[in-house]
């Protein structure tokens, strides 16, 4: 009995819910460190704060035309969106956290939302591939978003190391739990694999490869004489 409560439907929805919550504060507050960085003004960081916790699941959610976008019906999501932006506002938290807690933020947001993506999608009757789809996008498209406002190229388009992949793979052991019958172990192990291998890829530079890294020897910096 105590397991079918842990498993059943309702259990896993405010599970799925608890986790797009903590991704949206996360995000928001990522959002609100570098409206600061630029020195916006309040309604800047508002706006950047905003889009980056909040831009993700609303695209997610418009894709999966199951109703209006969760975060413009459930006012608890514009909500912490902003409390994440204002933390960041009134204080230069930055300044009084280490860089090691950051990344450790970042990786737990990313993976958080790759699995609470997955699950959404899971949950309306999609198969496991839309669910790895959405819960990448989930992770990703409010920063994309973000980064394109503050006139930057989208760090899920590349150069840098691991991101939309630690997303995807989290919403991958996601969906693989879900499918052996353990959705809250998926949860549990998804965030958990994908933070450990965001940090890892900080730690040692791991990239996806370029063209460049493809290109024959002999074509490497040769010119003809």
């Known amino acids: 009995m105590v397991v079918a409560g842990l498993l059943s439907p309702e259990k896993i929805s405010e599970a799925t819910r608890a986790l797009d919550l903590s991704g949206v504060f996360a995000n928001g507050m990522l959002g609100g460190v570098l409206a600061r960085e630029r020195e916006l003004d309040l309604f800047g960081f508002l706006v950047i704060g905003v889009v980056s916790g909040l831009g993700g699941g609303i695209v997610r959610d418009t894709l999966l035309q199951h109703g209006t976008p969760v975060a413009l019906t459930d006012y608890t999501y514009i909500a912490v969106a902003v409390a994440g932006t204002l933390l960041s506002f009134l204080f230069d938290v930055s300044r009084h956290t280490s860089g090691r807690a950051f990344?450790?933020?970042?990786?737990?947001?990313?993976?958080?939302?790759?699995?609470?993506?997955?699950?959404?999608?899971?949950?309306?009757?999609?198969?496991?591939l839309p669910a790895v789809l959405l819960g990448t996008i989930t992770a990703v498209g409010g920063g994309a978003v973000r980064d394109l406002l503050l006139g930057e190229t989208p760090r899920v388009l590349g150069g840098r190391t691991l991101y939309a992949t630690v997303a995807a793979?989290?919403?991958?052991?996601?969906?693989?739990?879900?499918?052996?019958?353990?959705p809250v172990v998926g949860i549990l192990a998804g965030v958990v694999t994908g933070t450990l291998l965001r940090?890892?890829?900080?730690?040692?530079g791991w990239r996806l490869p370029t063209h460049r890294d493809w290109r024959p020897r002999g074509f490497r910096g040769s010119r003809r004489g």
């Open 169 to 182: 793979l989290a919403g991958a052991v996601m969906v693989v739990c879900s499918r052996l019958g353990a």
């Open 103 to 128: 990344n450790l933020l970042d990786a737990v947001a990313l993976s958080v939302w790759g699995v609470a993506g997955a699950q959404k999608t899971l949950a309306v009757g999609l198969g496991w």
């Open 199 to 204: 940090l890892a890829s900080l730690s040692w």
